[in-house]
């Protein structure tokens, strides 16, 4: 737990990091006259195993109703089609990073960057029972820091990747 809290506070502000993507994303759809929670959704959905820049792009054009530049997983394909047909995210990433980016505080968002600091097996950390036993910890370690769950693992997502010579990815920076 100790280098998990010290990679979380090597810089204690990267905690904000939804926030600060919430409110850049919400400017943005009031300018394109888009509806928030709709954007965030389609978002979330088209960002499996794809960069930031891509995902952002992939979303504005199904906002405006273009095709994709690039075709994205089969799965996100899938994905829209059951949103479309239902209002409703699937998957555990996804519908969690959509509720992080609307505010929800704590949730805890698994990618293969988390994967990385909480040295679990990508394929391995989406099992169920791994999925929750992982959240728990990060939950875990958020009552120890005393921020939210979504904080503490936006927290450690950003300085995992600022600590590997990354960018740290941010949509507020391509608005």
């Given at each position: 737990?100790?280098?998990?809290?010290?990679?979380?506070?090597?810089?204690?502000?990267?905690r904000f990091w939804y926030k600060q993507q919430a409110t850049a994303l919400r400017k943005?759809?009031?300018?394109?006259?888009?509806d928030y929670n709709t954007f965030v959704d389609v978002l979330a959905i088209t960002s499996p195993r794809v960069q930031l820049l891509k995902n952002f792009k992939?979303?504005?054009n199904y906002m405006r109703g273009?095709?994709?530049?690039t075709n994205p997983l089969p799965?996100?394909?899938?994905?829209?089609?059951?949103y479309e047909a239902t209002g409703k995210i699937r998957g555990s990433k996804v519908s969690r990073f959509a509720a992080a980016l609307k505010g929800n505080k704590t949730v805890v968002v698994l990618d293969i960057y988390?994967?990385?600091?909480?040295?679990?097996?990508y394929k391995q950390m989406y099992l169920v029972h791994n999925y929750a036993k992982l959240e728990k910890k990060i939950v875990k370690l958020a009552e120890m820091l005393k921020w939210t769950?979504?904080?503490?693992?936006?927290?450690l997502w950003c300085n995992f990747l600022l600590a590997?010579?990354?960018?740290?990815?941010?949509?507020?920076?391509?608005?």
């Open positions: 737990m100790k280098r998990l809290i010290n990679l979380a506070m090597a810089n204690p502000d990267s943005f759809c009031k300018a394109q006259n888009w992939f979303a504005c273009e095709k994709f530049y799965l996100v394909f899938a994905s829209l089609k059951h988390m994967s990385k600091i909480l040295r679990v097996d769950p979504a904080e503490t693992q936006a927290a590997n010579n990354r960018q740290i990815y941010a949509y507020s920076n391509l608005i």
